[in-house]
Each structure stands twice: as structure tokens, then as C-alpha cells.
């Protein structure tokens, strides 16, 4: 709009001084103005052009915006030509940051355990894993964040009561899926490595054991910020984690839900997933084989204590045996005053373990550990025999000073 407005400038300017000098202005003179003054306004309205037609900013000249145009495909359809990226993208950015996130405190979601069978978790895990891969890239905490609003909308009474339901809500529609990587051909053009698929399964199985992502509190909806969907004009912008910006409905919410037991087997996974190839589901890894090296329920209990058969429901999640304590610890203490809380409360028992955190949303309450809780340990005791006066201690000595050797975890 600056160059439109020197041009205008310029034009009268001329006209001016043909008028002072006794002259009346040319033609030629006056076409080449003109057509100059046209090629700016059309500049201008190219400009203006960039702006997302599905995805509108907001703009002081809306009206001229152009339309997309469709054009045909081999198939006999239409789709939308896509305008180029690179003025959308800058624009919806830029309107994104403008919006400030919402005034209060951002509550944390419950702890999610999932409760169902082997083939049922499994299924569960593999939805979750594609959310976190597909919806993220490789990044953990982007993979916790998605699969924290998946497993938010489990909880709402808007959406599915399972995982693999809500991931793939609306999929079997060319539109109105609520993931797009479930509808657009992701799934097809893009194989994740082993590596990276095993990796987001671990980071799924850590969410369905309890694992909580706190930096997104209870949000239900998400988009990249390089995109402005009409629909995040009526939400609440709750927390933004590296370029997704989350949001949640105005007004109070409920997250009552029940998780139904039910995972449907789903296809459209079969090409990456053995628990959505039929057939397969008994020869599933269950979430808790995915952890990284934990303490499990087996190796907590006492030698003299019975084992059952370890698969579905028991497996999953289990409360810590008598022996073992999961505790916070205040973050002001020392090494020694935990020391001193751990021989309290290890006091007559046999086989004893006192394990403690200083992040109490990190300190889990059922065993198998997530593999976060895991890395997170501040302090480790450990005791054989009640009578035995030997004791194991060990602590994190990134957070506090070590004495002597042998003591850092």
C-alpha cells in the first residue's frame, strides 16, 4: 500500500506542474501513469492474496481476498488450489502470537490408567504411537503433549470413550477428520524407522500407565501455529509447546469418562501395526515391556510371595507391595534426612525399598514406572533383611552433593 500511495503522489505532482508551466498534461503521459497506478493496485491485492482462504486471518481489507479457485482432478473431482505458503504461514504466525493465552491456572489431568486387555492395550498403544508420531514428528515432550489431548478427550463426554476411537474419529471421511494424518494420506507417504516407531510407542505406553503431561493441562484441541483454523475463535489458547498451540472450551468442562475396554482393530494402521493386523493381537509387546529397565511388580514382591500369571489387567498396573514405598520428598532436603526417612519407615521390614522424588507429579503410585518417573528418581534405599544393618543408598548428585563415592544413581 506504500507504493500505491507514492504513485498517486507522484501522478498529481505531474499534473501540477504541467499546469504552472502553461501546459495542459499529455496523453501519453497520462496513460503511463494510469497504467502504472494499475499495475500497483493489482501488486497490492496480489499482497493481500496470500491469506489463507480455509484458514482466515484476520484483515483490514478482507474484501479482497479472491476466492480459491477449484481445479479438476483425474478422478472427476475438485480440489482447492493451494495458495502458496509462505505469505500464509507468516501471516497466520504472527496472528497467532497476537492472541495472549488464557488468565488462571492451568490444572493438570488425572493420571490415565489404562485398564484392559492384552490385545486391547496393545491396540490402544499403537493409536496413540501413530497420534505422537504422525500429528508431532520425534520429539518426547510434542508426543506427550498430542497424546495428553488424546487421552483428554477419552475423558470427555464430547468425544469416543477409546483411544483408537478418538484418533480416528471422522477418518473414513475425506473431511471432518479430527486428526489429519488419518485422512490425508499420511499414513501411506510416510513409514516410520524402527527406532522412531518403537520410540513413540514407549512414549504412548508411558501416557496409558499413568504418565500425566502437564504443560497442557486439560486442552482438547491443538493446531501448528503456522495455520489459523476458524474454530480457535471461540476456545480458550491454554499453552503453546514448540510450534502446536493447544486450547480448551470456554466455560466449565467435565472429564467423567470411563475408558470403554474396547479398542477397535483398525486397518489403516495394519501396514505399521502387528495389533491392527488380524490375527496378530496375541503376539503384542504390552505397554509395560516398552518401559525402560523399571522396577515391575514381579521384582518388587518378596521371593516368598506368589506370582501369578502376568497378562491383561494384572499386568498393567499394580499397587506397590508392602515392602516398597513410593514417596515425595520435601526438594529442601538432603541426603541425609532422607536417609533418615527411609530407615523409619523401612523399620521390621524385610526386603525394603524407599524410593523418592521431589516433583510430586512425577512420583507414581502403581508399579510398573513410566520410564519418566524412572529418570527422575532423587533418591534410592534399599534393605535386605530387617535385621541387617548393610544398607544401599543412593541419590541424584546433579541436585545434591555427593559424600564420598558410590552413592550417585
Known amino acids: 500500500m506504500p507504493a500505491l500511495a507514492a504513485l498517486n503522489t507522484g501522478y498529481w505532482n505531474k499534473i501540477r506542474d504541467r499546469k504552472q508551466s502553461g501546459r495542459q498534461p499529455e496523453q501519453a503521459v497520462t496513460r503511463s501513469v494510469k497504467a502504472a497506478l494499475r499495475a500497483g493496485a493489482l501488486a497490492a491485492t496480489a499482497t493481500l492474496a496470500v491469506i489463507p482462504a480455509r484458514h482466515p486471518v484476520a484483515s483490514p481489507l478482507p474484501r479482497l481476498i479472491p476466492p480459491a479457485m477449484p481445479r479438476a482432478t483425474p478422478d472427476g473431482l475438485h480440489q482447492v488450489a493451494q495458495i502458496p505458503p509462505d505469505g500464509q504461514a507468516q501471516l497466520a504466525r504472527a496472528f497467532n502470537a497476537s492472541v495472549p493465552l488464557a488468565r488462571g491456572t492451568l490444572t493438570a489431568a488425572r493420571p490415565f ?13 499403537d493409536c496413540l504411537a501413530a497420534a505422537g508420531y ?59 524407522s524402527a527406532h522412531a516407531w518403537q520410540a513413540a510407542r514407549r512414549v504412548a505406553a ?85 518401559l525402560p529397565s523399571a522396577l515391575t511388580p514381579q521384582a518388587s ?22 515392602n516398597v514405598f513410593l514417596v515425595t520428598l520435601p526438594a529442601s532436603g538432603t541426603p541425609a534426612s532422607f536417609r533418615a526417612m527411609a530407615r523409619e519407615r523401612c523399620a521390621g521390614i524385610t526386603g525394603c525399598r524407599f524410593i523418592g522424588w521431589t516433583d510430586a507429579l512425577r512420583t507414581p503410585r502403581a508399579l510398573p514406572m513410566p520410564g519418566s518417573a524412572v529418570d527422575t528418581i532423587a533418591f534410592i534405599y534399599e534393605r535386605r533383611q530387617a535385621s541387617d544393618t548393610t544398607e544401599t543408598v543412593r541419590w541424584d548428585c546433579a541436585r545434591f552433593a555427593p559424600e564420598g563415592t558410590g552413592h550417585c544413581i
Open 134 to 192: 504422525y500429528e508431532a514428528g520425534t520429539g518426547v515432550a510434542d508426543q506427550r503433549a498430542v497424546a495428553q489431548v488424546v487421552l483428554n478427550r477419552v475423558r470427555h463426554r464430547a468425544f469416543p470413550t477409546s483411544v483408537c476411537e478418538v484418533v480416528f474419529q471422522g477418518s473414513e471421511r475425506r473431511t471432518g477428520c479430527q486428526f489429519t494424518f488419518t485422512c490425508d494420506g499420511s499414513l501411506l507417504r510416510r513409514t516410520p
Open 301 to 322: 514382591l518378596p521371593a516368598s510371595s506368589p506370582r501369578g500369571a502376568q497378562t491383561g489387567i494384572g499386568s498393567a498396573l499394580a499397587p506397590p507391595p508392602p
Open 113 to 125: 490408567h489404562l485398564r484392559a486387555t492384552a490385545e486391547h492395550l496393545a491396540r490402544a498403544t
Open 206 to 290: 508411558e501416557m496409558l500407565l499413568g504418565e500425566v503431561e502437564p504443560a497442557v493441562g486439560l486442552a482438547t484441541h491443538y493446531h501448528t501455529d503456522w495455520v489459523s483454523p476458524a474454530w480457535d475463535r471461540t476456545m480458550d489458547k491454554i499453552a503453546a509447546v514448540h510450534t502446536h498451540l493447544f486450547y480448551r472450551w470456554r466455560g466449565p468442562q467435565t472429564f467423567e469418562m470411563r475408558h470403554s475396554g474396547n479398542e477397535p482393530d483398525i486397518p489403516m494402521l495394519a501396514r505399521i501395526s502387528d495389533a491392527h493386523r488380524t490375527g496378530a493381537g496375541e503376539k503384542q509387546v504390552l505397554p509395560t515391556q516398552l
